[in-house]
């Protein structure tokens, strides 16, 4: 599966007084990697990169690699403008990169034909292994089957991370055996992996990295009463984590555990009381898992 197996973490990017804390996004980097993570995945949508400068991008890619030697990293890359993407990719590939993660363009809504250029263009010029990015409740335009298995052709793309909310396209990607599929939706993991998907890429994984790893573990050893019994006790703190636009209530849980704040950049809001409320009902639940 290209190494591209596990429980990658979409990496939050905790802020202080409107600014990065990078003291914050380097222990947080480091704690999640020590608890098994199989990497990192920096400025997506948790990571709350359209809220952050270009600038501001590298500088967060740079501090994660600094901050966890040897930890594989993949960077989120996406826009609407094919021309302004490769030149970006150029750029941030001098790093020592896993891959990069890469939506199809947003707003512009492409035919399926334009999507498949897109992609073998970015490919072309990718140094890199490069995972699709199938999520079109955020651009607005979903990868058919035929339009992936067309991309998957290409050697560089290496794996999809798998957010289309369609279950018969999941298991066809799985069964082409193609490239690796990674669950995008946090919910999704457990049935993703028992179809035999290769990881996930998620969010919540940021709270108990320890019990989504063990989860994944019992899954890959055939011990399905232990995995189902965990993705049962997380679904209700993935189900809150998302009851609200993520990542305000992931921050929160953060901010609870004392790993960062809970500040995010407008247009996000913080999570409600109510929500606030909740996510440490959950997490003291899990505690229950900690002997």
Partial sequence: ????????????????????????????????????????????????????????????????????????????????????????????????????LIPAPYYVRP???????????????????????????RTGVAMELATIRSIAEHPRVAAIKDCGGDSALTMQLIADRRLAVLAGEDSQIF??????GAGAITAVAHIRTDLFVRMA??????????????HFALLPLIDTLFAEPNPGPLKAALALLGLSSDEVRAPMLQASPTCKKEIAGLLARLTAFDH
Avoid at 73 to 84: D, E, H, K, T, W
Avoid at 111 to 137: E, K, R
Avoid at 220 to 226: F, I, N, P
């Fill in 191 to 196: 049935g993703t992996l028992c179809l035999g």
């Fill in 1 to 100: 599966m290209n190494g591209f197996t596990g429980i990658w973490i979409a990496l939050a990017t905790p802020f202080r007084d409107g600014e990065i804390d990078y003291a914050a996004l380097a222990l947080l980097a480091r704690k999640l990697y020590g608890e098994g993570a199989t990497g990192l995945v920096v400025c997506g949508s948790t990571g709350e990169a359209s809220a952050l400068s270009d600038h501001e991008q590298l500088a967060v890619l740079d501090k994660v690699i600094d901050a966890v030697p040897g930890c594989p990293v993949i960077m989120g890359l996406g826009g609407s403008s094919q021309r302004a993407v490769i030149d970006r990719l150029r750029e941030i590939q001098q790093r020592p990169l896993a891959g990069v």
């Fill in 217 to 230: 573990n019992a899954v890959a050893a055939s011990r399905l009463d232990e995995a189902r019994r965990l």
């Fill in 111 to 137: 035919s399926q034909h334009g999507i498949v250029s897109y992609f073998n263009a970015i490919a072309d010029a990718s140094t890199v292994p490069v995972i699709l990015y199938n999520i079109p409740y």
